[in-house]
């Protein structure tokens, strides 16, 4: 019997032990190219060319040089990002939990169509939208020019699309049926709350993991968006364009050259990602801390 127990310990512990190596392999994949990139940030073009390196080197400061030698505004382009980013990701997480609590909480003519319509927008590939939603934000502009002509010299064509974001409407709905809401929903309507306080007082709180989780996702994705600023930015002046769009410019004469100013401006637009992720992913272990609590 002491036999057979003690196999089975030596078999879990090399199971466990295969898990935490395959963990390590796996952690050390996804932090050896942004640590390789930082520290190609600190080396000269001559040193990089050399190979790779596992220490940091002393050119940081004539990097950083280079980088604003080019003419390029990086603290201009951060600004611009970390503002496009961050309303439309509070644009995008509010208005598509609030769909998604239409759509789950409320029973309406059309409501499966509405869905399906969702799940079909979703199947499309963005770029097939590309060139139609630039004719739009062309005609839309072209309409009002008379009065504002606002929305081809702005980020309102960036920003304004995030409130309709189907997959954020199916991520959040998704983890919406996972959570017991009818009791808490129905107490709350006979003590006389409207739907605006039941949403926003009593179902925000309860998606905070949903909605961190989703903040994350919209957040890098619109920090690293390239191709829509682009089309819609690229006639207007360089201070209104994203971090991204000067990162690319990086390529140009001087910086085929000063090849640590490249890798600097890239560490540079990596950063602000590492932060809002570590600051939104304390909400979503909190939340399913607090979800997996019984009373």
Avoid: C
């Avoid at 057979?4 to 466990?16: E, P, T, Y």
């Avoid at 006389?192 to 996702?217: C, D, R, T, W, Y």
């Amino acid at each position: 019997m002491s036999n057979l127990v003690s196999s089975q310990r030596v078999g879990l512990n090399i199971q466990r032990g295969s898990i935490y190596v395959l963990m390590v392999f796996l952690t050390l994949l996804a932090v050896i190219p942004i640590y390789i990139m930082l520290i190609n940030a600190t080396r000269t073009t001559e040193e990089i060319n050399t190979g790779i390196a596992l220490l940091p080197g002393a050119n940081i400061a004539h990097n950083w040089e280079a980088l604003n030698r080019g003419g390029f505004g990086v603290f201009q382009g951060f600004f611009n990002s970390t503002f496009i980013a961050l309303a439309t990701t509070v644009l995008n997480v509010y208005f598509s939990a609030m769909t998604a609590f239409g759509l789950h909480v409320y029973q309406f003519k059309g409501r499966n169509i509405l869905w399906m319509a969702i799940l079909v927008i979703i199947m499309l590939p963005p770029s097939l939208s590309l060139i139609g939603f630039f004719q739009l934000i062309f005609s839309v502009n072209r309409f009002l020019m008379g009065e504002f002509g606002i929305m081809m010299h702005s980020y309102i064509p960036l920003i304004l699309p995030a409130i309709a974001g189907a997959g954020s409407v199916l991520f959040i709905r998704q983890y919406m049926a996972t959570i017991s809401t009818e009791t808490m929903l129905e107490a709350a309507r006979i003590d006389g709350a409207n739907e605006f306080f039941v949403f926003n007082k009593i179902m925000l709180p309860l998606l905070a993991p949903a909605l961190a989780a989703q903040s994350i996702f919209t957040f890098v994705a619109t920090w690293n968006s390239f191709l829509v600023p682009t089309v819609i930015l690229s006639a207007m002046d360089d201070r209104w364009h994203t971090l991204p769009m000067i990162v690319a410019r990086l390529r140009g004469d001087i910086f085929r050259i000063e090849v640590g100013g490249l890798y600097l401006g890239i560490a540079v637009s990596v950063v602000p990602v590492i932060i809002f992720y570590s600051f939104m992913s304390r909400f979503i272990i909190s939340g399913l801390t607090l979800g997996g609590v019984k009373e």
